[in-house]
């Protein structure tokens, strides 16, 4: 079946520093990828699309200039959170979309984010 | 607007019983796709099922079964002799243009 490979699945960081992280569809081409934000036993909350080739779009309420997402080729679009700070500590996981059928949408195994 | 209303927070059984999670949702959208998701403690999305607006066939699949009425836009999910492995949050999702809408979750905890 498909596979997303997402990295790093842990990470720790200072607060004030910038943490990216990777998602890559491993054998198949994504032209759409999405990032979602998780808090402790709460729901996933869609963060942002990301259209190869051209800006991400991102939901009401997320800021982009916080959530850098650049999807410079088909198989890998990346999240960039800027000078994190305590309270983006959270578990982000990315999805990539197989063709265009709605349907066929794989999920990253999740990066859980702790900003001290 | 979508939404997605997962009633159940928590829902604790011993091994062996049966487990219904109960899914409803809300769309204006006429073609789309309800999904069920399973989250392990380890955290990463475990797919268990999809179902597209237009196929209203119930499904058994091993111990899982699933109950979709649109009439009552519900897609009910039941976990069938449980075990302490099934243990997880469940989430019911619903997918119009390649969107995500997740309900709230429910935790499952099965005891042995």
């Known amino acids: 079946g498909a596979v997303v490979s997402q990295h790093p699945s842990r990470v720790i960081c200072k607060s004030g520093t910038s943490v990216k992280i990777e998602c890559r569809s491993l054998?198949?081409?994504?032209?759409?990828m999405f990032w979602y934000r998780q808090f402790p036993k709460k729901s996933l909350m869609l963060m942002a699309t990301s259209n190869e080739g051209s800006k991400a779009t991102y939901e009401q309420g997320v800021e982009k200039d916080k959530f850098l997402i650049n999807h410079a080729s088909l198989t890998l679009s990346t999240l960039t959170v800027t000078s994190a700070h305590p309270e983006d500590s959270s578990f982000y996981i990315c999805?990539?979309?197989?063709?265009?059928?709605?349907?066929?949408?794989?999920f990253g195994s999740g990066t859980q984010l702790s900003v001290l | 607007a979508q939404k997605v209303t997962q009633a159940q927070t928590e829902i604790s059984v011993v091994e062996k019983e049966d487990v219904t999670l109960d899914c409803v949702y809300e769309?204006?959208?006429?073609?789309?796709?309800l999904f069920w998701y399973k989250q392990p403690p380890s955290g990463e999305l475990v797919f268990l099922i999809r179902?597209?607006?237009?196929?209203?066939q119930n499904e058994i699949s091993g111990r899982y079964s699933w109950n979709f009425q649109k009439s009552t836009s519900s897609f009910n999910f039941t976990i069938t002799a449980s075990q302490v492995v099934d243990s997880a949050v469940y989430f019911c999702a619903l997918n119009s243009w390649g969107k995500l809408q997740f309900g709230a979750g429910t935790q499952v905890v099965v005891t042995p």
């Open positions: 054998d198949f081409q994504a032209t759409t």
């Open positions: 999805s990539a979309l197989r063709g265009e059928a709605s349907e066929k949408l794989f």
């Open positions: 769309t204006r959208d006429t073609t789309y796709y």
């Open positions: 179902r597209n607006s237009f196929d209203e």
